[in-house]
């Protein structure tokens, strides 16, 4: 597991008076808070200390995350409901239902952005603002620019709130000009260095 660096603390006056410990709760062992991330020396008390009793000693506290976390337990029982589900469609229809099913698992449980670059072109996978309606099933046109009578840019399949796409980044035309004037660029910095 990585090990991390610890979070600057918070100040004296912010909670009662003494430093906010940056260990997770619970924890054995004397609390533990640094000035900032690359600090050259953390704060030590133990509980039950007087408020100006406390020890200045060298380095930034770096502590380790439980592997176990609240988040990790949901995903785990998350994952073996899918497991077992997937399974259970393998053996009683086929391995295209089993497949079929954790693709789609898969793509539904989208949290954050996703994307391919091939240059031009881009394949992606993305989360539909909470703003906007939310089809259960849609499929669509991507477009260049921000009204809707640009060109199309590519396709778009929206389930639920994720959304798919390959599309272009821009119009041919002014792909092949984007890239004429990024070769440009680059002699020009070439020539200034040397």
Known sequence: MKRRRQCPARPKWYIGDRWQCQRLAEHDGPHQASYSKKSRAHLSWRDGDDRFDYETLPGTVR?????????????SIEWAAYAVITFTLWRCWSLSAAAGFLVAEL??????????????????????????P???????????????????????????????????????KEWAEYKRNK???RAREAGATS
């Open 63 to 75: 502590y380790r995350l439980p592997f176990w976390t609240a988040d990790r337990i949901v995903r």
């Open 107 to 132: 793509l539904l449980s989208v949290r954050r952005s996703h994307f391919l670059d091939f240059g031009r072109f881009i394949l992606g996978v993305w989360r539909v603002p909470p703003t906007a």
């Open 134 to 172: 939310a089809p259960i099933l849609g499929i669509g046109w991507v477009l260049h620019g921000k009204d809707r009578a640009g060109p199309k840019a590519g396709l778009d399949l929206v389930i639920g709130r994720v959304a798919m796409g390959a599309f272009t980044l821009m119009p041919r």
């Open 183 to 185: 070769a440009e660029r």
